[in-house]
Structures are given as C-alpha cells and as structure tokens.
C-alpha cells in the first residue's frame, strides 16, 4: 500500500486544516488507518486511529474535540480535520495504514505515508 498525505500548510492560531492521506495499491476497506506526527525536535508520537469502516476512532487527549478524523472508502482516502489549532500541533503529520484492530503502538503500523508538514504560528 503507499499512502500520501497533502493539506499541510500554515494557519494561524485558531485556524482549521484538513488534511488527506490518499491511498494505492491495497484494498484501502481492509486497513486501520491511523495518524501521527512529529514536532521538531521530539519524537513521533501517535494522533488518531480510525477502524476500517469509521465507526470506531480514537484519539490523543491533546487534540480530543478538536481534530476529527474521517474516510471515504470509495475514495481510498482517509482525511483529519483539524480545528482550533495551537502552535503545539506545528508537527509533520504522517498517516499510516495496517491490516488489524486499532493501536497507538506505531511499530505495529506496517505502511506510512511521506508526512506533510503543519505549522501554526501564533
């Protein structure tokens, strides 16, 4: 499967993004689809986890009622929509993609996508 994430920008504390992970070469309906990024200078850290058909999510605390995620399986593209941002999201947002049940834990995500980078200024 290869994946590929766009949207990324910069927005102004407050702003809203959304950002796309268009996937390739698998049956998209069959993956967990899961979003991370990595702030500069910190390490990877996990955002939110979406189940094959969207009914189950879960997410980080820091970004719970203000990132949604979202996908349209006819369009094998899975989408997190970011609302009220802080400059602590400033990161570069990676999707990824597993066969399996939902997880935090990213050695277990098998495909990930290139990373696009959000910057919020304050």
């Known amino acids: 499967v290869q994946l590929q994430a766009f949207g990324g920008g910069l927005v102004q504390a407050g702003g809203s993004l959304r950002l796309s992970c268009a996937a390739s070469?698998?049956?998209?309906?069959?993956?967990?689809m899961g979003w991370f990024r990595q702030a500069p200078g910190k390490e990877r850290e996990f955002v939110v986890t979406?189940?094959?058909?969207?009914?189950?999510?879960y997410y980080v605390d820091s970004v719970k009622g203000r990132f949604t995620t979202s996908r349209d399986n006819a369009k094998n593209t899975v989408y997190l929509h970011m609302n009220s941002l802080k400059p602590e999201d400033t990161a570069v947002y990676y999707c990824?993609?597993?066969?399996?049940?939902?997880?935090?834990?990213?050695?277990?995500?098998?495909?990930w996508g290139q990373g696009t980078l959000v910057t919020v200024s304050s």
């Open positions: 990824a993609a597993r066969q399996g049940v939902l997880t935090t834990r990213q050695t277990r995500w098998d495909y």
């Open positions: 070469g698998g049956t998209f309906s069959t993956y967990s």
């Open positions: 979406i189940n094959w058909n969207g009914e189950n999510t």
